[in-house]
């Protein structure tokens, strides 16, 4: 092999070698760029990820704060409010508070069936009709009323928690019947109120009118507080010992068992109690209890004696405005046990 041969198979076997080198940095190069655009996807992908988990736990234009966070269990009345779906967006449903006890009186309202009276009705005024409440309802709304539960009332009056705006007023619903949530809820709910129930746990069932243990829990939902006369609206006066801590103490357990609720509020059944009835119910917990004795509840008096207006049927919006009017004006004197 001559010399211009030899040269000739070095120059060829150089320019293999330029066109491997230049081959395998092209594969590197294209590697390069794919290990790069992997990295920019998974930061794009958990940058997305941050956001909507930002977006999903905070109000919309701030952070989220400790008065969104959901709790769950008993909750003292006195640091915390009942916010249902329809319940208020004032600063009450936020839990602020002045940190000084109110002195506003509030009064009380009793209602029991929403229902015209049926012919032969033991107690026909015990039977409001549905137009005549939305009215009596849409009446203390244009006076200025707006309705809070008892839980927020002694939150009120024990450190100052503030109440929504307008004069409160509390509608209370004995017993238990269907005809409170299918024609008062829907009432309240237009106006943006809650009501409180106060619930029996037996000798009311749906094949007598009255509410299932899931329409129960609707009425928790929509943001009501859920109280209770006890297991069946015995006279707790004509009870022993026994039977009275099944219907005072036992009965507050298992509604909260049921529904998940504090249960801070007892109601005396028929307004029957005396001080043994008064004893048990302390003792069992309960933040207070209401009579059926007219008048306004009022801060620094017995909250286990707090006074109640009862709504009869064919009380027209004037009269009741004017009930509520006189019992304030003239408060009866402090409730004897009876």
Not at 241 to 266: D, G, I, K, T, Y
Not at 285 to 310: C, H, I, K, N, Q
Request: aromatic fraction near 6%; glycine fraction near 10%; proline fraction near 8%.
């Amino acid at each position: 092999m001559d010399v211009d041969q030899r040269r000739a198979r070095r120059e060829a076997s150089q320019r293999e070698r330029a066109r491997r080198r230049a081959r395998g940095l092209a594969v590197a190069a294209a590697l390069a760029v794919v290990a790069l655009l992997a990295v920019v996807l998974i930061k794009s992908g958990n940058s997305s990820k941050a956001s909507r988990a930002s977006s999903a736990s905070s109000p919309v234009g701030g952070t989220r704060t400790a008065s969104h966070t959901k709790h769950s269990g008993s909750r003292n009345p006195a640091s915390s409010t009942n916010r249902g779906t329809s319940g208020s967006t004032s600063a009450a449903a936020e839990g602020a508070s002045t940190g000084k006890p109110g002195d506003q009186p509030v009064p009380i309202l009793m209602y029991h069936v929403i229902n015209p009276a049926p012919p032969g009705a033991k107690f026909p005024g015990l039977y409001v009709a549905p137009q005549e409440f939305a009215q009596q309802m849409q009446a203390l709304a244009k006076a200025g009323f707006h309705a809070v539960t008892m839980d927020q009332m002694l939150a009120n009056w024990t450190h100052g928690a503030l109440l929504p705006r307008g004069r409160p007023i509390v509608v209370s619903f004995d017993n238990g019947y269907q005809s409170q949530l299918t024609q008062a809820l829907p009432v309240l709910r237009r106006l943006g109120w809650v009501g409180v129930e106060n619930i029996q746990l037996t000798g009311l069932p749906p094949s007598q009118g009255g509410l299932s243990t899931a329409q129960v829990s609707e009425l928790v939902s929509a943001g009501w507080e859920l109280d209770t006369q006890g297991i069946s609206h015995a006279d707790l006066i004509t009870l022993d010992s026994a039977a009275l801590h099944q219907q005072v103490a036992v009965a507050r357990a298992e509604v909260q068992r049921r529904w998940h609720v504090p249960v801070n509020w007892f109601c005396y059944p028929s307004g029957h109690y005396d001080a043994t009835v008064l004893a048990a119910v302390k003792t069992a917990g309960y933040m207070g209890s209401t009579t059926v004795v007219p008048g306004w509840a009022r801060p620094g008096e017995d909250p286990y004696r707090l006074p109640r207006l009862r709504v009869l049927g064919g009380t027209s919006p004037r009269s009741l405005l004017a009930e509520i009017a006189a019992i304030r004006s003239n408060p009866p004197p402090p409730a004897s046990y009876g």
